[in-house]
């Protein structure tokens, strides 16, 4: 990850988010890895000051340390398999059963697949009556 922001940008982006915060535009989140109800915002990109993920204090620490290892490329992922951009509202993280790691999933893929399976549920309980 290149690093091209100055203290100061960051600094005013920080400000901007506590305030965003502090007015309700930003609601604070649990730990999108662990779950944790304690957390800090973290910003991937300093130029988006309301574009923040959440994570708790270990977890963001680990985030900082982890940014000069690669991702997997699961995990770098913009799109989905169908080409919905893996942002804002249609991303979605799972986490799995042992709390690490979690999916990142396309909300419009699962609310379709959601749909498909209720329809054939529907259509099941129809020829069984
Ligand atoms: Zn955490
Ligand atoms: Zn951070
Ligand atoms: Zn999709």
């Not at 991937?44 to 204090?57: A, G, M, N, T």
Request: net charge positive.
């Amino acid at each position: 990850m290149t690093d091209t922001f100055t203290a100061a940008q960051k600094m005013k982006t920080r400000w901007l988010c506590v305030s965003a915060i502090r007015s309700g535009k930003l609601s604070r989140r649990n730990c999108e890895k662990c779950g944790a109800d304690k957390t800090e915002a973290h910003h991937d990109d300093y130029s988006k000051p309301l574009d923040v993920r959440w994570l708790c204090k270990t977890c963001h620490g680990a985030v900082h340390r982890g940014q000069t290892k690669k991702t997997p490329a699961r995990h770098r992922r913009t799109h989905c398999a169908r080409g919905h951009a893996l942002m804002g509202h249609n991303l979605m993280t799972v986490r799995c059963g042992d709390g690490r790691s979690p999916k990142r999933k396309c909300r419009e893929c699962h609310n379709a697949a959601d749909r498909r399976g209720k329809q054939r549920r529907k259509s099941e309980s129809h020829t069984a009556a």
